[in-house]
């Protein structure tokens, strides 16, 4: 069931206004299969348990988790149109690893820089 509130306004402008500001950062379907498909194949290896998927004004976020009582192992985060770059690859301290346009180029730095899980 979805409930719609209804406000009338006489100003285009402040309409205009809150359309742009509440539209969100997401992934797209092709998107999302590819990160699933990665992500399907680390869970059958074990490296890989959970994942989360935050959609923000600014940037999409794809986390996967080792753990679920664990931060996030791994972001593949999804920028706004004006960055410099559309994907960012961001390990568990916040460190930038991988930066491009071309989403299959981050998932392969992941599966070619071989990142395993320490005991």
Known sequence: MAVHYLRQTNNNNEN????????????????LNTLLAFY?????????????IDHL???AI???YRNTFESAYL?????????????C???ATGSILKQNDNLE?????INN??????K
Do not use: C, P
Request: glycine share 4%; net charge positive.
């Open 16 to 31: 205009q206004r809150t359309q742009q500001t509440s539209k969100t950062i997401s992934f797209n379907r092709n998107e």
């Open 40 to 52: 399907g194949k680390k869970v059958s290896q074990g490296i890989l348990k959970d994942y989360a």
């Open 57 to 59: 004004t600014t940037h």
């Open 62 to 64: 794809f986390s996967f």
């Open 75 to 87: 972001q593949i985060r999804k920028n706004y149109k004006t960055s410099k770059s559309k994907y």
């Open 89 to 91: 690859l961001m390990n």
């Open 105 to 109: 180029s981050v998932i392969n730095y």
């Open 113 to 118: 820089s071989r990142l395993t899980i320490i």
